[in-house]
Nanobody
Framework: VQLQASGGGLVQAGGSLRLSCVAS????????LGWFRQAPGKEREFVAA???????AYTDSVKGRFTISRDNVKNTVYLQMNSLKPEDTAVYYC????????????????WGQGTLVTVSS
């Protein structure tokens, strides 16, 4: 499966962005999907995940601000990001798990190409 992420950009603190990630090659409805991010000089970290039954999980720093969702008809996963902070600045990567559950980094089978989110103060 190939993943194509989009929606990044430059936004002021407090603003919003919506990331999208379209999968091609096969249907992803039976797999966990998620978003990770990597800031300059830091390791890639988990942001949010959604299972095949649409159960969700978030890292503590984005809870209440970010919302992950999926549209299995469109083979797409979204990340709605509100109340953005400068510390959210990173390249955001979508990912698909080998399992239907919450995606974890060591179970990722395919990554999107990354989309840059820059939040100015």
């Amino acid at each position: 499966v190939q993943l194509q992420a989009s929606g990044g950009g430059l936004v002021q603190a407090g603003g919003s962005l919506r990331l999208s990630c379209v999968a091609s090659g096969r249907t992803v409805s039976n797999y966990g999907l998620g978003w990770f991010r990597q800031a300059p000089g830091k390791e890639r970290e988990f942001v949010a995940a959604i299972t095949w039954t649409e159960r969700t999980a978030y890292t503590d720093s984005v809870k209440g601000r970010f919302t992950i969702s999926r549209d299995n008809v469109k083979n797409t996963v979204y990340l709605q990001m509100n109340s953005l902070k400068p510390e959210d600045t990173a390249v955001y990567y979508c990912a698909i798990s080998r399992s239907p559950g919450i995606v974890v980094i060591n179970e990722v089978t395919s990554w999107g190409q990354g989309t840059l989110v820059t939040v100015s103060s």
